[in-house]
Nanobody, 122 residues
Framework: QVQLVESGGGLVQAGGSLRLSCAASGSIVSINTMDWYRQAPGKQRELVASITTGGTTNYADSVKGRFTISRDNAKNTVYLQMNSLKPEDTARYYC????????????????WGQGTQVTVSS
C-alpha cells in the first residue's frame, strides 16, 4: 500500500512564504515524477510544479520565479517552497507521483495525497 502524505499548509499573509512537504511510503520500487497540483474552489485542478528523478523541473507560468520544487530521492520526499505568496495562490495543494509498486514488474501508476490547504490573506 502506497501513501503520499502532505504537510506544511496553513494561513499566511500576502507576500509570505510556506514550505510544503510530501513523503511517499509503502512498497515503492521506483518513482518517476513527483508533482504538486492545486485546486481552488470552483476551479479545475492544475499542475503547479513537477520534478523528475534526475531533477528536471517544470513550473506553471503563474508560479515561476516564486515557487521552487525540490526532491530528496533517498527519502522519497518532494518539497515545494512557496515565496511571495498571493491571494490567488489560495487552494488545496495535492502531491502526486507516478511510481511503481510493489514489484519490479509493476507498471508505473498515479498516486495522490489527501491534500493540504494553503490560504493567503490580502
Amino acid at each position: 500500500q502506497v501513501q503520499l502524505v502532505e504537510s506544511g499548509g496553513g494561513l499566511v499573509q500576502a507576500g509570505g512564504s510556506l514550505r510544503l512537504s510530501c513523503a511517499a511510503s509503502g512498497s515503492i520500487v521506483s518513482i518517476n515524477t513527483m508533482d504538486w497540483y492545486r485546486q481552488a474552489p470552483g476551479k479545475q485542478r492544475e499542475l503547479v510544479a513537477s520534478i523528475t528523478t534526475g531533477g528536471t523541473t517544470n513550473y506553471a507560468d503563474s508560479v515561476k520565479g516564486r515557487f521552487t520544487i525540490s526532491r530528496d530521492n533517498a527519502k522519497n520526499t518532494v518539497y515545494l517552497q512557496m515565496n511571495s505568496l498571493k491571494p490567488e495562490d489560495t487552494a488545496r495543494y495535492y502531491c502526486h507521483s507516478l511510481l511503481s509498486s510493489p514489484t519490479i514488474w509493476s507498471s508505473p501508476r498515479d498516486y495522490w495525497g489527501q491534500g493540504t490547504q494553503v490560504t493567503v490573506s490580502s
